[in-house]
């Protein structure tokens, strides 16, 4: 009986592991593709914040919400960009769908200082 549970746990296992190992390489996959999609973006941030200090441009405006017309320089280059950057179109969308708002915890820690 025993050899029996041992039979049966090995072709378990096995069957398992031929269901599973065809996953494995496409979630490596998925993984380098955002890992290179992130690097593009940074290197598009990297790219706009020399040529603002290149030109010694403010990178900031008074109004930072996504939704004022003037929105600063960065963030105004950074919509241009994503315009014509199909890694950072995505990048940009999700920012500002989401809700921003500064945590409680923030508030609080503002406070006691």
Not at 2 to 20: G, H, M, P, T, W
Not at 33 to 52: A, Y
Not at 61 to 82: A, I, P, T
Request: net charge positive; with cysteine; hydrophobic share 40%.
């Amino acid at each position: 009986m025993i050899i029996y549970d041992l039979y049966i746990d090995a072709s378990l296992k096995f069957k398992l592991r031929n269901q599973v190992l065809p996953i494995l390489p496409s979630l490596t996959e998925k993984r380098k593709f955002e890992v290179f999609c992130n690097r593009e973006i940074v290197k598009e941030l990297i790219d706009i914040t020399l040529f603002l200090s290149h030109h010694s441009l403010a990178f900031r405006g008074h109004c930072e919400k996504w939704s004022d017309s003037l929105r600063g320089n960065f963030k105004d280059l950074v919509e241009l960009v994503s315009n014509y950057s199909p890694t950072m179109a995505p990048y940009i969308s999700n920012l500002k769908n989401k809700n921003n708002k500064t945590p409680v915890v923030f508030y609080n820690m503002a406070e006691t200082k």
